[in-house]
Structure formats: structure tokens, C-alpha cells
């Protein structure tokens, strides 16, 4: 399963501080830089349409954050997106085919018809604010050695739980449930970007790679990449 299915499950989808008051119930709306990480996630996607729970799949992927841009990539190497945000505040987005050396672009001005918005804060830590004041703060703890929030409530009909690291605005763990499944995101390893090991992938070799406008995709049917692609997504490219 591509990164970019990974991503819509989940977003459509040291000491600690025992002073509750430090841990306000409500996500401040304040634009503080976010630090410069490399995360390495793993998630686990069960089914309940069968008498026994089912196992869909379990796979981890690479989170890369920047403050005007986020990287992803599976952990194969195969795909990846990008997303970088403009000085003007708008969203540029890539799919990344690194196999290929390939880059599908969706400018701003077609995300509409895309049926795209993307939400910068969702997008930097996988939950929206109001996702996370939806959601009742229940205690602290401490996980990776990092202060957590756990988070409970229910949103568009699936029990949410969350561990939310508010220093770092990442999820430590997500987990929704609903009567048909179960999905589980887990954060397995967090680091300082510039000491990290697994790297994004550089701009400059994106530039180096084939780019095409998601735009064009109509007139380019029998281009052999678009063919291919759109036969692995089902025969229509979103």
C-alpha cells in the first residue's frame, strides 16, 4: 500500500510534569516554530467484518518535518509526497515515485478540483487543533521519554484515542476504532532531523526527476508511466 493511502487512514483520519494546569485542555493557536524531526512510524489496520478480528496490514513509513516543509516516504523507498508551503501561504504538493524518478505536481490552483485542502498544522503533526480539542485530556505520561497528553473522545463516529507529545506536536500513538475496524499508528523512533540516519529526500534530486502536472494526466493516456499508474490506482488518478 502507497504512502499516500497510509496518509488518508491516518489523517481523514524524560521527567514528567505532574501540574495539571501546565497541560491546558485546549491546543494553543499560536504559530510556535516547530522543531526539525525524522520520525519513523508503524501502523496497523485491523478488520471486525469477520467473526475473528483480521489483520489488513501492518507497515511503517518515514515522517520528515521542516518548518515550510513535510516529506514522506514508505519504507520500501518506493513512494513518497511532499508538501511545501510558499512564502504567500499557499500548498504546493508532490507524489514522489522515487523507482520512477518521477514527480506528479498538483499546483494550488487545481487543488480544488482535486478535491484537496490541506490543513499545515494537520499536516506538521497529523491532527488538526480541532481534532485535538475535540478530544477530552484524560492524563500526562511520559513516552520515549517525552511528555504526553492521552486523549479520548469520539469524532464523526470513531472512538479517537490519542498520545499527543505537545512539545514536539506529534502524535506518539494514534488509535480509531469503529464498529468495522481498527486502525493503530504508533511512533517508533523520533529524532533531531540534522542527526538523523534516514534522510529526506533532497530537493535537488527531486529536481532531477521527471515532473508532471497532475493537470496534464487527461491528455497523457498513453504515456507509459500514466498508464501505469493510473492501472495500480484503479484505472483514475485523484
Request: proline share 5%; hydrophobic share 40%.
Amino acid at each position: 500500500m502507497k504512502i499516500s493511502d497510509f496518509l488518508k487512514i491516518v489523517m481523514a483520519v524524560g521527567f514528567i510534569t505532574f501540574s495539571l494546569p501546565v497541560f491546558a485542555d485546549t491546543v494553543s493557536d499560536s504559530d510556535q516554530p516547530l522543531s526539525e524531526v525524522a520520525c519513523r512510524y508503524e501502523m496497523k489496520v485491523t478488520s471486525f467484518s469477520t467473526p475473528k478480528p483480521k489483520a489488513l496490514f501492518t507497515t511503517a513509513w518515514f515522517f520528515w518535518r521542516k518548518p515550510n516543509m513535510i516529506q514522506t516516504q514508505d519504507a520500501d523507498g518506493d513512494h513518497g509526497e511532499i508538501w511545501e508551503r510558499t512564502a504567500n501561504g499557499s500548498i504546493q504538493y508532490r507524489k514522489l515515485y522515487h523507482i520512477d524518478k518521477t514527480a506528479v505536481e498538483y499546483m494550488p490552483t487545481d487543488m480544488p478540483a482535486n478535491n484537496m485542502k490541506f490543513d499545515w498544522f494537520k499536516l506538521s503533526g497529523m491532527l488538526s487543533k480541532e481534532e485535538l480539542n475535540t478530544l477530552k485530556l484524560i492524563k500526562i505520561k511520559s513516552v520515549l521519554g517525552r511528555n504526553a497528553e492521552l486523549r479520548k473522545g469520539n469524532i464523526n463516529g470513531q472512538a479517537l484515542e490519542v498520545l499527543w507529545l505537545p512539545n514536539e506536536n506529534l502524535p506518539a500513538s494514534i488509535i480509531r476504532k469503529d464498529k468495522k475496524s481498527r486502525m493503530e499508528l504508533r511512533l517508533i523512533d523520533i529524532t533531531p532531523l540534522s542527526v538523523s540516519a534516514k534522510k529526506p529526500v533532497a530537493l535537488e534530486e527531486i529536481s532531477d526527476y521527471r515532473h508532471i502536472d497532475a493537470a496534464d494526466f487527461g491528455d497523457m493516456e498513453n504515456d507509459p508511466f500514466v498508464k501505469k499508474l493510473m492501472s495500480a490506482e484503479g484505472h483514475h488518478h485523484h
